[in-house]
């Protein structure tokens, strides 16, 4: 029954990621050029990610003491 579940959540993985691979039109590209771009993309996602992690509540912080809403 586990066996089941895994398959087909692999199998749904693996459509997700044929789907990317169509919409990006990356499956035009070589293997390791694909993997360039991939190492990219989550890269530019992981700063942005932690950029936001750092910086927005910063920015929260003083937009509540603008509206003085925090003192």
Do not use: C, D
């Amino acid at each position: 029954m586990a066996g089941m579940a895994l398959a087909r959540a692999w199998k749904r993985m693996s459509w997700f990621y044929y789907q990317y691979l169509l919409v990006t039109a990356l499956y035009m590209l070589e293997p390791w050029e694909r993997t360039v771009f991939n190492s990219m993309l989550v890269s530019v996602v992981g700063m942005a990610l932690y950029t936001g992690y750092v910086f927005i509540p910063q920015h929260i912080m003083a937009i509540l003491h603008y509206f003085e809403i925090v003192q």
